[in-house]
């Protein structure tokens, strides 16, 4: 079992920075990959950005390439999303969720390779 908790979420103002967190605990942290998405409102969860368990390996969605940031610091047990140049159309629910899948390809950018979810923290970014 592996347990994990977003926090840094807010209210931001068009083109601001937020940095979401996600500390986990129970299992080897190292060994899993952990992935972001997130749900906006009436809309399905969507893949945002995923790092492999060593943190070598990154992959963004399209629409957060150049703005978005993942990164993970294996000592802390945690996994970061830094957030610049945000957009109204950010605004979400965003998930931490992990997965103990060794292969680092499509498969995770899908919500089904994920065992593990956290409970969603609230970024809403204001025109």
């Known amino acids: 079992q592996v347990q994990v908790a977003e926090s840094g979420g807010g209210l931001v103002h068009d083109g601001g920075s937020l940095r979401l967190s996600c500390a986990a605990s129970?299992?080897?942290?190292?060994?899993?990959?952990m992935g972001w998405f997130r749900q906006a409102p009436g809309k399905e969860r969507d893949f945002v950005a995923v790092?492999?368990?060593?943190?070598?390996?990154?992959y963004y969605t399209e629409s957060v390439k150049g703005r978005f940031t993942i990164s993970r610091d294996n000592a802390k047990n945690t996994v970061y999303l830094q957030m610049n140049s945000l957009k109204p159309e950010d605004t979400a629910v965003y998930y931490c969720a992990a997965t103990s899948s060794r292969s680092f390809s499509y498969y995770t950018r899908q919500i089904r390779a994920y065992e593990y979810w956290g409970q969603g923290t609230q970024v809403t970014v204001s025109s």
């Open positions: 129970g299992r080897t942290f190292s060994g899993y990959a």
């Open positions: 790092i492999s368990r060593t943190g070598s390996s990154t």
